[in-house]
Structure formats: structure tokens, C-alpha cells
């Protein structure tokens, strides 16, 4: 076990923060708040292999968190919670490519993904674009991308690319296991959600193609709605067209209809049109605080046109 801090007399920090689940992911929570004090905060425990980290986690629920860079912790921690699981000794950081596609470890910070060499003409090198729009470079620095998937935040930018690249994200909860994002996404952990050692991206061929939209109220807003499209280029047509929209207010969702609608056919800005309005008619959109379901429907529409045309090689 590696060392234990006491985290006490360091001054009081008095926080807002949202309620939160067991697992701190939340839907719909949005601005409900409570006031939650961080000197509960005793010690932070820093475990060297992920069946440490687990049995950890697993002994006290309640009153332990998995920490990655922090950034979200601060702001939403349960008043229950007294340790914090310090990740950055499993040596799980680094972006590699290897034959079967991009690993990256959990704790890899985003600004690092950012700069990665294997990410930068990854399809089309739209994980870049992505990365360049979530939060600022200072939160990038120290933000992890472990830390993003298991937050999972209904606008997550992150969330958004791992869908429309088939990431595969891997577990700890006991043993280790691959899941693929959508399945992840999808499934609520019972009780306590796995340790995310790693995220992987499949091999792609290098035709294949990505664009990313973000509409927000500024430039470092998080997205009142967010799109991404990833497309092979194969024949003059394209092929396994990956189409999702997040922060409708749900998480990022793929959109099959609309994928398709364009699957295997050549990619035009008429196209992209008539593509762009079947997302808009499909996608799961609805009114909340900051924004109204027809204007998620048109934004929808206008992210994902532009998009495609984009990937067409057209000005959107
Ligand atoms: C001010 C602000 C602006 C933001 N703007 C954007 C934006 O524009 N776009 C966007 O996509 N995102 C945005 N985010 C979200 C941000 O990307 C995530 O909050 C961040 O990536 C969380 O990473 P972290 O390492 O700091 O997580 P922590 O704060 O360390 O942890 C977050 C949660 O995940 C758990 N956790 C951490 N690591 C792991 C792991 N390896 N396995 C299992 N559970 C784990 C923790 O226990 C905690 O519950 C923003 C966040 C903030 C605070």
C-alpha cells in the first residue's frame, strides 16, 4: 500500500454541490444543490494495482471515492465520503499504438491525450478537435481521461468522441474485463461503478474520417448540445458512419436511423441534409433549464449537417 496524507486543518473549503448518487452520476439533477464541506475529507490512500484500489473502494462505499485529477471531486463529493483513492499509483498513463488500435490509460490527463502522437490523424484527428473544446488548459492538465468516463456528465464532449470511435473501456470491479462504450454507458452499476483502468480505440483505416460540433453560450461553456459523425471513406461512398448527439439533455446516444440513412452510400451535401434532418426528427431531445426540445432538434440538425459536410471535404 502506498502512503496515506491526512487531509484535515487544511482550512475549510465550503463548496456547492450538486446531490448525487451513489456513484456521483447523475441525469436531470442539474442545479440542485447543497452545500458540502471538503474538511470531512481524513486521508487519501494511494494503492499500487487496481485489486488494491477495488478492495478499497469495495470496503467502504460510502465513505470512499476514487480520485483522478480532482477536478469533479471538488465540486461534487457526498458529505458521506472521508477517503480518497489516489489512482496515480497504478502507472496507468499513456497513450500507445499498437496493431489492434490507441490504448490509453486511465489517468492519462487530457491536455496529455491532446498532444499524443497517436491521436493526432486518428481518424482524421478529431479527438484533437474534441479536446481542444472541453473546459480550459488548466482543468486539461490535470483532468483525467478516466475520471471523464466515469463521470459521464449528460454534456460530456468525451463521452461523445468515445462513442462515435467504439471505444472500449476497460474495468476493474474484482477482475478485469473490456466493455464496449455503449453497453458502459448504458448499464448503471449496481453497486459501486468499476475502477476504469484504460479506454481503447479500435484500428481504423486511414480514410476514416471525423467532425465535431459543440453549441454553447461561450467558448468555454459546457454544450447545451454537442455532435460528432466518423465515417470510412471507401469506394466513393462511406462505410461504418457513426452518428451521436449528447447533452439533449441525456448522454450522448448514437443515432442508428440516421447512420443508416447514409451507410454505403456517397457522401454529398444534399446528402448531409437529408441525413442531418432524419437526426433531428430521431434524436431524443427534450426541454430543460437551458434549453427548449425544438431548439435541441434544431441545433441537432445544423451540428450534424455540418458535420457531413465537413467529412465530405465541403465548407459546412
Ligand atoms: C469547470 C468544469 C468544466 C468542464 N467542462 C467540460 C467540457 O467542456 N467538456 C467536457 O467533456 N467535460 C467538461 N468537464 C468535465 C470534465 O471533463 C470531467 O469532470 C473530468 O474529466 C473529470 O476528471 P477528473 O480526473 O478530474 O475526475 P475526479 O474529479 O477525480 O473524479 C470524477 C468522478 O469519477 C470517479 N473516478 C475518477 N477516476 C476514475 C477511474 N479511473 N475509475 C472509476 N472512477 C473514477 C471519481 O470517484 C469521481 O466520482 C468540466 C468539468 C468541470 C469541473
Redesign the pocket.
Known amino acids: 500500500m502506498g502512503n496515506t496524507r491526512g487531509f484535515g486543518g487544511r482550512g475549510r473549503r465550503t463548496l456547492v454541490s450538486a446531490l448525487g448518487d451513489r ?2 452520476r447523475r441525469e436531470g439533477l442539474e442545479g440542485v444543490v447543497r452545500v458540502v464541506e471538503l474538511h470531512q475529507i481524513q486521508s487519501i490512500v494511494r494503492p499500487t494495482t487496481p485489486s488494491e484500489a477495488w478492495s478499497l473502494r469495495t470496503a467502504q462505499p460510502e465513505a470512499t ?9 471538488v ?1 461534487y463529493t457526498p458529505g458521506t465520503v472521508t477517503t480518497l483513492i489516489d ?1 496515480s499509483g497504478l502507472g496507468r498513463q499513456g497513450v500507445t499504438a499498437d496493431r489492434d488500435g490507441v490504448a490509453i490509460g ?1 489517468e492519462t490527463t ?1 491536455s496529455e491525450l491532446l498532444e499524443a502522437s497517436p491521436i493526432a490523424s486518428y481518424a482524421g484527428g478529431i479527438l484533437v478537435e474534441v479536446l481542444r ?3 480550459s488548459p488548466l ?1 486539461r492538465n ?3 481521461v ?3 468516463a ?2 459521464a ?1 449528460p454534456w ?3 463521452v461523445l468522441a468515445m462513442l462515435v470511435l467504439d471505444a472500449e473501456i476497460e474495468v476493474f470491479d474484482g477482475a478485469s474485463r473490456s466493455v464496449p462504450v455503449a453497453e458502459f454507458f448504458a448499464t448503471q452499476a449496481k453497486n459501486v ?1 468499476p ?2 483502468t484504460g479506454i481503447r480505440l479500435p484500428k481504423r483505416p486511414s480514410t476514416a474520417r471525423g467532425a465535431f460540433e459543440k453549441f454553447g453560450r461561450t467558448g468555454s461553456d ?1 454544450a447545451l448540445l454537442n455532435c460528432a459523425c466518423v465515417a470510412d471513406a471507401v469506394d466513393g461512398g462511406v462505410r461504418n458512419v457513426r452518428i451521436a448527439v449528447g447533452g439533449t439533455p441525456s448522454l450522448a446516444r448514437r443515432l442508428p436511423e440516421a447512420e443508416a440513412a447514409l451507410e454505403g452510400e456517397p457522401l454529398s451535401t444534399a446528402r448531409a441534409a437529408e441525413v442531418a434532418s432524419i437526426a433531428a426528427r430521431v434524436v431524443d431531445a427534450r426541454e430543460d433549464r437551458r434549453a427548449s426540445e425544438s431548439y435541441r432538434r434544431t441545433l441537432t440538425e445544423v451540428g450534424v449537417r455540418r458535420c457531413l459536410a465537413r467529412l465530405a471535404g465541403e465548407d459546412a
Open positions: 456513484n456521483n471515492r476514487f480520485l483522478g485529477g480532482g477536478i469533479d471531486l465540486l489512482l486511465a487530457l473544446h472541453v473546459a482543468q490535470v483532468a483525467t478516466g475520471g471523464a466515469a463521470r456528465h460530456s464532449d468525451v461503478a475502477l476504469i459546457v
